[in-house]
């Protein structure tokens, strides 16, 4: 069930490696001065002319910006239908025209409105609060690798299993961690500096939010603890006993886990309780975190065999399953050509998400964003980091 939400990280990282000015709908927020005066009566009048004419200009806009939407969600469904029912897909069955963009006057400031302070920002969990989680509710302290490289290891000895390719693995690592992030690297904190934070909980080289992390445990837990159980029964007794404990604990993971249905919203809300939170530190643990990040690329691989779509999926045409979900990214995956010169972006997201999302707006067709992943995919992909990941990779 995962997939329903759009994974932001990976906008925010496009966004950001482009180092290009979002576009899109116009900010409105209240400017608000720093001091409070009273207002003059022309200083009212003023305010109430402008009032009216944003009132106006934004009532129009948000016509416009309705029935747009509400068209994108209809051809959506149309397609949904189409896809269950093993129908081709027609160019008619998508929006070719781009959003409405609203260009009429800023919401006046209301001179006689109280100073407001700005809310603080939201406090983002890192990874010691990951760490700190996992040692309270659990009694778990993840086996964090000796080096990079021992991680990195394990990561491609999971992935070429689970039968992923060296494309694929290298050129995400890439475009997700930048190319040189290591297995704890957390969106917003990819480059050491004063004051950075993190912008999300999004972890390790394929960015599992801590939803992702739950909601794998949910639905694969009992695939992880056979796969350890497997590794267990050829080490040595003392080896064998320590990973027979981490079995037990990724045994009472899932089980809190599956105690809500399966559903973005329901894992979401339990990633953000301190036992979601320790269910996330996962990520960290050499045997696990591997399996995780592995998984997460492999779920939608197994989606497009499910949907029959037979060709080896490009790391970019991945990377759209994750960025819009499996079906949108499928529905994109097949597109012809030709059509992805002239489909909008806009046609595979809500409203709210596209507006959220710089890069969706920025490249307006699928041909350009598609194009704007493989730049930062051919980019990153040379730094040390992506390297040392492919040079692991079997011949």
């Known amino acids: ?24 709908m116009r900010a409105e927020g209240w400017a608000r001065p720093t001091a409070q005066a009273t207002p ?30 509400s068209s994108i969600a209809d051809k959506r469904r149309l397609r ?11 160019l008619s069955d998508y929006v070719l025209t781009q959003p409405p963009v609203y260009s009429g006057p800023p919401r006046p400031i209301d001179p006689s409105a109280p100073v407001e302070e700005a809310p603080p920002r939201k406090y983002v969990p890192v990874v010691a609060d990951f760490l700190d989680a996992a040692a309270k509710e659990f009694n778990f302290v993840p086996q964090r690798p000796r080096s990079e490289i021992e991680y990195k290891r394990a990561y491609v000895k999971v992935a070429s299993a ?8 290298v050129r995400i690592y890439a475009f997700e961690s930048g190319g040189d992030g290591t297995y704890d690297v957390q969106a917003g904190l990819e480059q050491p500096k004063p004051g950075a934070q993190a912008i999300s909980t999004a972890l390790g080289y ?28 050829g080490l040595p007794e003392e080896p064998k006993a320590a990973l027979q404990r981490k079995i037990a604990v990724l045994k009472s993971m899932a ?78 995956v097949r597109m012809p050509s030709a059509w992805r010169e002239q489909v909008p972006t806009s046609n595979f997201f809500q409203p709210g998400g596209y507006e959220r999302n710089p890069i969706a707006g920025r490249t307006k067709i699928i041909a350009k964003l598609i194009a704007a992943t493989n730049t930062v995919m051919d980019r990153e992909s040379k730094l040390p980091g992506a390297k040392e990941l492919a040079a692991l990779f079997p011949n």
């Not at 002319?49 to 129009?60: I, N, S």
């Not at 689970?162 to 693995?169: E, K, N, S, Y």
């Not at 992880?224 to 590794?231: G, P, V």
Request: glycine letters at 6%; charged letters at 25%.
């Open 1 to 24: 069930m995962r997939h329903r939400l759009m994974h932001w990280r990976c906008a925010w990282v496009l966004a950001a490696l482009l180092l290009a000015p979002a576009q899109g």
């Open 80 to 90: 949904h239908a189409k896809r269950r029912n093993n129908q081709e897909m027609a």
């Open 255 to 332: 089980s809190f886990c599956r105690s809500v249905p399966d559903t973005w919203s329901e894992h979401d809300r339990l990633a953000n309780t301190p036992k979601g939170l320790a269910v996330h530190a996962l990520n960290l643990d050499l045997d696990v975190g591997p399996l995780l990040q592995t998984q997460k690329l492999l779920d939608s691989v197994v989606f497009a065999r499910a949907q029959r779509y037979g060709a080896i999926l490009s790391a970019a045409e991945l990377e759209m399953m994750n960025l819009t979900g499996d079906g949108n990214g499928l529905d994109i």
């Open 162 to 169: 689970a039968g992923l390719t060296r494309d694929q693995v």
């Open 40 to 69: 003059t009566p022309a200083a009212i009048a003023e305010y109430r002319r402008k009032l009216e004419e944003y009132t106006v200009a934004r009532g129009k806009y948000d016509a416009e910006a309705e029935a747009y939407w």
């Open 206 to 233: 394929n960015q599992l939010l801590a939803t992702n992390s739950v909601e794998l445990m949910a639905e694969k837990g009992n695939q992880f603890t056979k796969s350890l159980s497997a590794k267990a029964a």
